[in-house]
């Protein structure tokens, strides 16, 4: 497209981009707060503020679709948001009454007590799923407009200040050019930008660059593949929360599981493997079907029928991974501020919380009409005197005490838990996780080669089969939104080097090397864009760092209902 587009733009006072639990919380809690600061402003005399325009963008179809997460939810964010969530229909599934830790192994299980990050009992257990649809209802109801089906393209600045968010083109086929139903994007300027579109989002990138955002750690992460199974009701146990590990694997690695019921006779399970694996052949999915094989899994998903499938990154880094929250005219968010707690496996009420804070600064923002860094720095300051910081400051060196190994982690880790999270030292650095990654040629002799598994297609599932059950679909006749920068080192360097990890890391078979007939011998890569479930795992792991995920058309991809 060399003409230039004719865009259509609007203004709005507040703009949120995603329309996850942070972004929603905290458009709601705005507007909660406004009216509590009206309250006290009448009372005193004072102008009260006009209700702000609010506009929530999000890439699904609708809100929710593409919301994955084990959610169990600690319930301390939404209390303070909604005190009587329970009398307003807040969609929890059960409460847990069983928090539990268990071993795997060949033979069986061991349940051994839970250490304190486990330790799970209160806790909702919830579709995240059905928590934003949930969140969005009170949204809408407190006059907020919520857009699905936009995905936020790009950020648009002024200077060294954000003004806004240009939505993606629509009807635009593979060549880049424009198709009948071509759609421009639109330009949306706000007084007030809150980034939140999760893990690794391509604003939130564009963000961290311009403005040199990074936090003292690089980012790192994990990626979770999730299923959802209908189980034999007499193997049903309504409040049951598991967390587990595999025996001998975690004498290797710090990959581990999680189990816990719903409604329906449906269980949640799901498996997490950590992106700096030194092998090229690190595989999530792979870990995660072979997990279902040890004894009690077989049981439990015995004449099971299998429902969802989807997967999702987690940023693992911490307090010390953390970016700058905040710059002109724009604040991060949630996962995209990495606000998860990696060591209590807990980010829903963290993404809650950090959007209630970045509410309340706002609502400062509007009180004095300046939304310069002057004032929104506040939101860093509310953040390091609020529970949250506590939260992430006790776990601050967790995931770079894993990052150097179980020797290591076994040394520190109760010192950790004595010293409130310091350790043996302070401040632990990390690396980031692509850069672990050893060359096939580094390796032991024995592991050099892909491990070979037969999927039974009863218990076990291929990656192309499981990408049948995450709901996805894209418009073939599009650009590509996994951008490769250089094809020809897949087919080269890359295959030479690391055989091709990609082929490995992504969970629903987005890449694939084929022969090349222009090249006998040599083979090319093939992106089956049209499978991707928006995990983030290839922008994160490839060892090259050429792969980037941009946002499809907007609502296209995964349909995580129920999950």
Not at 31 to 36: L, P, V
Not at 175 to 189: R, V, Y
Not at 208 to 225: A, I, K, S
Not at 294 to 319: Q, S
Request: net charge negative.
């Amino acid at each position: 497209m060399t003409q230039p587009v004719e865009r259509e733009s609007m203004e709005v006072d507040v703009l949120y981009v995603g329309g996850g639990p942070a972004t929603l919380a905290s458009a709601l809690h705005l507007m909660n707060q406004i009216e509590a600061h009206n309250r006290r402003a009448e009372s005193e005399g004072r102008d009260i503020l006009e209700a702000p325009t609010v506009l929530v963008l999000e890439k699904g179809a609708s809100i929710g679709d593409h919301m994955l997460s084990g959610a169990v939810m600690n319930p301390k964010a939404l209390n303070e948001l909604v005190p009587d969530a329970e009398n307003q229909g807040f969609p929890t599934e059960y409460v847990c009454d069983y928090a539990g830790f268990w071993l795997f192994h060949p033979r069986g299980r061991l349940k051994l007590p839970a250490p304190p990050n486990f330790r799970k009992k209160g806790y909702h257990i919830v579709s995240l799923n059905k928590v934003a649809k949930w969140l969005a209802d009170r949204c809408e109801a407190a006059g907020i407009e919520i857009y699905p089906g936009f995905a936020g393209d790009q950020i648009l600045v002024d200077g060294s200040r954000v003004i806004g968010v240009r939505t993606g083109d629509m009807g635009v086929d593979r060549e880049g050019k424009p198709k009948a139903n071509f759609q421009p994007g639109m330009d949306i300027f706000a007084k007030v930008t809150v980034i939140g579109e999760g893990v690794r989002g391509s604003l939130t990138k564009q963000l961290v660059d311009r403005f040199e955002l990074e936090g003292r750690n690089p980012q790192n992460f994990e990626t979770g593949v999730k299923e959802i199974w209908k189980i034999d009701p007499k193997k049903h146990r309504p409040g049951r929360v598991v967390h587990g590990f595999l025996l001998p694997d975690i004498l290797k690695r710090f990959h581990g599981m999680w189990l816990y019921d719903m409604k329906d006779d449906l269980i949640s399970y799901g498996f997490v493997t950590l992106l700096d694996s030194k092998s090229p052949h690190s595989d999530p999915h792979l870990a995660a079907q072979k997990f279902k094989t040890t004894p009690w899994m077989k049981w439990l998903l015995e004449g099971a029928e299998l429902i969802r499938y989807g997967a999702k990154a987690l940023p693992t880094g911490g307090l010390y991974s953390q970016p700058k929250l905040y710059v002109d005219g724009a604040l991060l968010v949630g996962d995209s501020a990495s606000f998860c707690n990696a060591q209590n496996l807990a980010g829903i009420h963290m993404a809650m919380k950090s959007g209630m804070l970045a509410a309340e600064t706002i609502v400062g923002a509007l009180a004095q009409q300046d939304f310069t860094s002057k004032t929104l720095g506040d939101y860093a300051e509310r953040y390091r005197n609020s529970w949250a910081y506590r939260e992430h400051y006790q776990a601050r060196n967790f995931g770079a005490s894993i990052e150097k190994g179980l020797f290591f982690f076994g040394l520190n880790e109760p010192i950790r838990m004595i010293t409130g999270g310091r350790g043996i030292r302070d401040e632990l650095t990390m690396e980031p996780g692509y850069t672990q990654m050893q060359k096939v040629s580094e390796l032991p002799k024995n592991e050099r080669e892909k491990e070979a598994f037969a999927f039974d297609g009863k218990l076990t599932f291929s990656k192309e089969h499981l990408v049948q059950f995450s709901g996805t679909q894209h418009e073939v006749d599009q650009p590509s939104h996994l951008v490769v920068a250089d094809t020809d080192l897949c087919s080269t360097t890359c295959a030479e080097e690391y055989g091709n990890p990609c082929e490995s890391f992504c969970p629903a078979a987005v890449y694939e090397m084929v022969d090349d007939s222009a090249h006998p011998g040599r083979k090319k890569l093939l992106i089956h864009h049209e499978n991707c479930v928006h995990c983030k795992t290839c922008d994160i792991a490839d060892p090259y760092q050429v792969i980037t995920w941009t946002p499809p058309e907007g609502g296209q991809g995964p349909d995580y209902t129920g999950m």
